[in-house]
């Protein structure tokens, strides 16, 4: 069994690439949609919401400390939103637990980091 490359996985993310960042997702990959509040479902629905979130704000999310099994990863995420123009909206920390289907990312579930 193969393990996520965490570091690459964001990088690929706050670089906007989403082929590479999509690669990394599994063929029933469940991913929150925050702006209705649902999830999303499979590596085309995820991409096609990046690339339209795209369009109004930018993500950089660098991973800060990773606790990672074959099963998940727990990652604590420095997050900076800007607007397209390139002003921040925020910057705060997140917590990611991405589970882990072979290597893959299958879920990932947003929430706040540990105190």
């Known amino acids: 069994m193969s393990s996520l490359d965490v ?44 690339a339209d979130q795209r369009r109004d704000v930018r993500f950089t999310v660098v991973p800060l400390h990773v606790v990672q099994t ?19 909206l925020s910057d705060t920390t997140v917590l990611h637990t991405l589970t882990l289907d072979d290597g893959l990312v299958r879920r990932l579930d947003v929430g706040e980091p540990p105190p």
């Not at 074959?70 to 800007?82: D, K, Y």
């Open 70 to 88: 074959h099963q998940a990863a727990v990652v604590t995420v420095h997050q900076v939103v800007r607007d397209a123009d390139g002003d921040p």
């Open 7 to 50: 570091t690459a996985f964001y990088a690929d993310w706050s670089a906007a690439d989403l082929p590479a960042m999509v690669a990394r997702l599994h063929p029933q990959v469940d991913w929150p949609e925050p702006w209705s509040g649902g999830r999303l479902r499979g590596p085309a629905a995820v991409a096609g919401h990046l």
